[in-house]
């Protein structure tokens, strides 16, 4: 939870280098993630000083950083909710380090970052991260970018999550730890800030339903906000675990009610 709080996007980046037991443990903590995933998603660490890279520029939105994450995903295993949870997992590890990171999805030279990852015909890349520390003063950019995004806010509890019994927004009392676990998920990143998640509390099971934004990132050729919901579900069930917790995700085959602009995703059920 700590790290969820503490986690923000960082685009301005100082020259401090990462130190290689740093490096070792963000690599290890990769490759198990990667393994829990039997090997659908890749998590390499490209270094744009490697001369043999090519230029992996971001249109000058991240400044200095000289790592990042890549998020590729082999074809036949397009699970970007998947995605979304696990990339997550490294982001939330990284914070842990004390590393600064920033979740991009649109504003980087994909293919150049394709060809520096060694991106096979089999794989897509879908998304990367740099990582580094953060400079205290942000570019131009960072600020413009933050801005256009209102990414100091959020949604209020009440616009976000539902009581099922009455169709209310959900009364936070009683909730107990569930009341945190909404709140990590509120206060998650999201695509341009969207936050495009709602979830309905029926009795002890969360139904999470994905209102998407209409007409956005129509350029990219995947369901960006798929990766949103795959960061709320790991914002969610991390929470959960902490105070010992274990439910599971399920799709349910049931007739679940959503509304209008609503679609629904999982459920996580105790
Ligand atoms: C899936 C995803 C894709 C994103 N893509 C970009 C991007 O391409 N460029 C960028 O500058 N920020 C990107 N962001 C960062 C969001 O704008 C940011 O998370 C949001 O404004 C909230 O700010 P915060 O992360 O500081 O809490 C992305 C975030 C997510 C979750």
Not at 47 to 69: C, E, L, P, Q, W
Not at 136 to 143: A, F, Q
Request: charged share 30%; glycine share 8%.
């Amino acid at each position: 939870m700590k790290n969820i709080e503490r986690r923000k996007s960082v685009r301005t980046y100082s020259e401090k280098e990462i130190s290689l037991e740093i490096k070792d443990q963000l690599e290890q903590f990769i490759a198990k993630v990667e393994e829990s995933y039997q090997g659908k998603f890749r998590f390499p660490i490209i270094d744009s000083k490697d001369s043999s890279n090519n230029k992996i520029g971001t249109y000058g939105v991240i400044k200095g950083a000289r790592y990042f994450v890549c998020g590729i995903v082999k074809n036949d295993a397009m699970d970007l909710i998947e995605l979304g949870y696990s990339f997550e997992q490294i982001i939330l590890f990284a914070t842990s380090l004390g590393l600064g990171t920033c979740w991009l999805g649109g504003t980087f030279e994909r293919s150049n970052f394709a060809k520096s990852a060694n991106l096979t015909q089999e794989e897509r890349f879908i998304v990367t991260t740099p990582i580094g520390y953060e400079k205290s003063d942000k570019s131009l950019t960072e600020i413009a970018m933050r801005k256009l995004a209102k990414s100091d806010s959020r949604k209020d509890w009440t616009e976000l999550f539902f009581d099922g019994e009455n169709s209310k927004p959900l009364d936070r009392k009683g909730l107990g730890v569930f009341a945190e676990a909404l709140e990590m998920v509120r206060i998650g990143p999201s695509a341009s800030n969207k936050q495009p998640w709602r979830i309905v509390k029926n009795a002890s099971r969360y139904d999470f339903f994905l209102e998407r934004t209409p007409d956005y990132a129509k350029s990219l050729n995947f369901d960006i906000q798929l990766i949103d919901m795959g960061i709320a579900l790991c914002h969610f069930e991390l929470t959960l675990k902490e105070q010992g917790l274990e439910g599971k995700l399920e799709k349910l085959s049931a007739n679940i009610p959503s509304w209008d602009g609503s679609e629904y995703i999982l459920s996580w059920i105790l």
